[in-house]
């Protein structure tokens, strides 16, 4: 094999498809990347056993062939060298060279046989969105799927359709994040789990957010096929937890209060309440919240941000990381928070909508 390629062309395309090679494994092979280069392009694959993500990209090749080179160490090289032209080429019985210009690079390889195939499926259903529309919904809702791997149904966002629209919800059992599209006569029913590996590789195909992309389903799998690049994934097993039963269906408190005020004064706040298991504590007054954080070792945090309230008048805890993970994925310069007791769910959302996104966060102890 030998081939010559755009640097930033390469190096694109290894990145992404280095999102679906494996970083913990006993299967070696499973942390590298599949070149195959054949004259009409070069397939660049990454698969962790479970997701496959693949990207053509137009090279010279000069001679035909396959190899297998480690993902983790191909992105680095590529990402540190200048612009200019690159070429890889396989020395028989040595590995592989990556070269550019007096830089050489001699790197192990492993031979492509056991490397596995994307799986071929039928679609049983799919949805047509704005790649836009997608990015912006997954990014509202990833930040509380949860790392617990003793719980894998929560390690994947909740994609339901029903014709008319799109929801989307993701839980660690601490937060609940719900993102609802309006997407009529976009595709069929669907009710699927899809990890959250898959959608940020999803995320990562190379089209603008106005272009159309089709998610497909079928044989418990999920992919999405556009502009010479490919994601296939299996689904998440299992039944996602009936989630409406933990959104509060009423609430006797609110509070009204500029977004970007009150991300800025709890971010402040965290450099405290790091110590303290991310505690932040906000007292409600007639005109104010009183934002307030301690570290037994370093001190303590207070902070005030002006609402508008309705019976406002309450004392609650909250993780700070998760309310500033939720206000970075409200939009609009204002946001809504629903209470009724310090030890019940708020639910935060914007201000000027009522059901299109919102998150649900339990309080912690204000001990």
Not at 82 to 89: H, N, R, T
Not at 209 to 221: C, L, M, P, S, W
Request: proline residues 5%; negative net charge; contains cysteine.
């Amino acid at each position: 094999m030998k081939l010559d390629c755009k640097r930033k062309e390469l190096y694109e395309a290894v990145s992404m498809a280095a999102a679906g090679a494996s970083t913990r494994t006993s299967v070696n092979i499973l942390t590298y990347l599949k070149i195959d280069a054949k004259k009409d392009g070069v397939r660049i694959i990454g698969c962790d056993g479970e997701m496959w993500v693949e990207r053509i990209v137009g090279c010279v090749v000069e001679k035909d062939g396959a190899i297998c080179l480690p993902a983790r160490l191909l992105v680095d090289l590529l990402a540190s060298m200048p612009e200019g032209d690159v070429s890889l080429a396989t020395i028989d019985g040595q590995g592989v060279v990556l070269q550019q210009g007096a830089s050489e690079y001699r790197l192990q390889s492993l031979e492509p046989t056991d490397f596995p195939e994307p799986p071929a499926y039928t679609p049983e259903a799919e949805i047509t969105i704005p790649m836009g529309e997608l990015r912006k919904a997954v990014d509202s809702v990833s930040y509380a799927v949860s790392t617990d791997q003793h719980r894998q149904i929560l390690t994947g966002v909740l994609l339901h359709y029903d014709g008319a629209r799109l929801t989307l919800v993701a839980t660690d059992t601490h937060r609940l994040a719900v993102r609802k599209l309006d997407l009529p006569g976009s595709g069929a029913a669907v009710n699927a789990v899809i990890p959250d590996r898959a959608l940020k590789a999803i995320k990562l195909l190379p089209v603008t957010d106005e272009h159309d992309v089709t998610i497909k389903f079928g044989a418990q799998r999920v992919g999405v096929e556009t502009a010479g690049a490919k994601v296939v994934s299996q689904l998440v097993d299992g039944t996602f937890p009936n989630w409406e039963r933990v959104v509060p269906t009423e609430f006797t408190r609110t509070w009204s209060v500029e977004r970007d005020q009150l991300e800025e004064k709890v971010n402040r706040a965290m450099i405290l309440a790091r110590d303290n298991a991310n505690r932040v504590r906000f007292k409600g007054e007639s005109s104010q919240v009183v934002i307030a954080a301690r570290s037994e070792e370093k001190g303590e945090a207070k902070e005030e941000v002006p609402i508008v309230g309705s019976n406002p008048e309450i004392e609650v805890a909250f993780n700070g990381r998760y309310v500033t993970d939720t206000l970075k994925a409200i939009e609009g310069p204002g946001v809504r928070i629903e209470m009724t007791e310090p030890m019940r769910p708020a639910i935060f959302r914007p201000a000027d909508d009522d059901d299109a996104y919102f998150c649900v966060i339990m309080p912690m102890q204000l001990a």
